[in-house]
């Protein structure tokens, strides 16, 4: 995994991609094609398109295979047991996207109308939009390069009807390379609320998901908080707690006081979690007992209390 350049000037500084700093990085192009140059107009079109849309979550990992894309589909199906609150999920892990599968969508297709493309509904309040529902089989290998997914990402936000909507989760990959730079960039205008960061306990995941709350400043994108996914494991019957990753240097935990950053909460691992993704389901409705439950709800209530104060911050500052 790239790792962003120790002194990186940022995204949306003016020497982005020009820097001494940038020589070398995988993205300068990608960078320099915003500095100095006019700004790419699919900025504002997205900032047009994205006025309907009230809050909006990237949730982010440094790390493969900590749970990124479970953490999204049930943060998208916890916000949706509100039936007064419209919600959306987009994918835009452009070669591994697992949330059709996750949601119950495999075998589902895009739809296009005169307002643009149709997101493909869970439910009448939860939309999803992926680029697994744009391929001949959940089999195809899509390979790309960084342009390629690029434009796909800036399709998905622009040409995509999302009509009104309360909340975006924008589910990514692990990394801090093409996908995180060209959804920070397009939605630059139209304000992120912030960023969800997944991690595992043992070292090995926290040390990448270091440098994606490194990348999360130097791109100036708030941290909502990081959640500890697969924390520890709750008998069902003996409710003994067995650590099945360590905490070798403190988790999640210690990591977030060193660096200052909210820890959202810790999600205990249920093999019930990964059987509810393989069948398309909540595992929220599915298995609602379960501590793992119990953590995601308090998790996506400090979630929604964060978009709440974060509006109403927004609303002041529109008032002066």
Avoid at 112 to 129: I, K, T
Avoid at 278 to 297: H, I, K, M
Wanted: hydrophobic share 35%; proline share 7%.
């Amino acid at each position: 995994m790239e790792e962003v350049p120790q002194d990186c000037p940022g995204t949306s500084s003016a020497q982005a991609g020009k820097g001494a700093s940038c020589q070398g990085c995988p993205n300068q192009r990608l960078c320099a094609s915003g500095a100095g140059a006019a700004p790419d107009p699919a900025i504002e079109e997205i900032k047009e398109k994205m006025r309907t849309v009230k809050h909006k979550i990237l949730v982010l990992s440094g790390k493969g295979g900590v749970g990124k894309s479970t953490f999204s589909a049930h943060l998208a199906h916890g916000l949706a047991e509100d039936e007064s609150k419209q919600v959306a999920l987009l994918d835009i892990d452009i070669c591994g996207p697992s949330i059709p599968k996750m949601m119950g969508l495999e075998g589902e297709q895009v739809h296009q109308s005169g307002s643009g493309w149709s997101p493909v509904y869970v439910e009448e309040n939860l939309g999803v939009m992926s680029v697994g529902f744009l391929l001949g089989s959940p089999d195809d290998a899509v390979i790309w390069r960084g342009p390629k997914k690029n434009g796909m990402i800036k399709q998905f936000l622009r040409d995509v009807d999302w009509g009104e909507i309360d909340y975006l989760v924008v589910d990514t990959p692990p990394g801090t390379s093409d996908e995180h730079l060209s959804i920070v960039q397009y939605l630059s205008a139209a304000h992120i609320d912030g960023a969800v960061i997944i991690t595992t306990p043992q070292e090995v995941s926290l040390q990448d998901v270091r440098k994606e709350i490194n990348f999360c400043h130097k791109v100036k994108l708030p941290i909502i908080g990081v959640v500890e996914n697969m924390s520890g494991f709750i008998c069902p019957k003996c409710k003994n707690e067995s650590q099945i990753f360590p905490p070798t240097t403190g988790g999640a935990e210690v990591m977030c006081q060193d660096l200052k950053v909210p820890l959202l909460g810790k999600v205990p691992l249920d093999p019930q979690i990964g059987k509810s993704c393989d069948n398309g389901q909540s595992f929220l409705t599915e298995v609602p007992d379960s501590p793992a439950t119990l953590a995601y709800r308090n998790i996506i209530q400090r979630i929604q209390d964060f978009c709440d104060l974060h509006n109403s911050k927004e609303e002041k500052l529109i008032s002066c």
